[in-house]
Nanobody, 124 residues
Framework: QVQLVESGGGLVQPGGSLRLSCAAS????????LNWVRQAPGKGPEWVSR????????WYAAFVRGRFTISRDNAKNMLYLQMNSLKSEDTALYYC?????????????????WGRGTQVTVPS
């Protein structure tokens, strides 16, 4: 059974940094693309970033490019999101999400493959 457990969220002042982590289990971690998706109160989900299975290619939404960095450690089954220069509009519940299939997959995964999320709050 796919399990994704996010951690590292919290309250941070504008301009500050946080590092989110996602511990994965129940599947062969190194075979799947992974994503970060966020959802702010009253809004729909927003895709944030993606990393390929080897960790050699990354993609970012325009609103986080240059501020956030996605990475993974396949030996530890861990996914990370380093978030710098945080803004109030980054306030959201951040989810780790696994691709629904092995191999290249640039779709936003269905909710079946998301964790429970970790809250990031940046006051205005």
């Amino acid at each position: 059974q796919v399990q994704l457990v996010e951690s590292g969220g919290g309250l941070v002042q504008p301009g500050g940094s946080l590092r989110l982590s996602c511990a994965a289990s129940g599947f062969t971690f190194s075979r799947y693309y992974l994503n970060w998706v966020r959802q702010a109160p009253g809004k729909g989900p927003e895709w944030v970033s993606r990393i390929n299975s080897a960790g050699t290619s990354t993609w970012y939404a325009a609103f986080v490019r240059g501020r956030f960095t996605i990475s993974r450690d396949n030996a530890k089954n861990m996914l990370y999101l380093q978030m710098n220069s945080l803004k109030s509009e980054d306030t959201a519940l951040y989810y780790c999400a696994r691709a629904s299939r092995v191999g290249p997959d640039n779709a936003v995964p269905p909710r079946d493959y998301w964790g429970r999320g970790t809250q990031v709050t940046v006051p205005s």
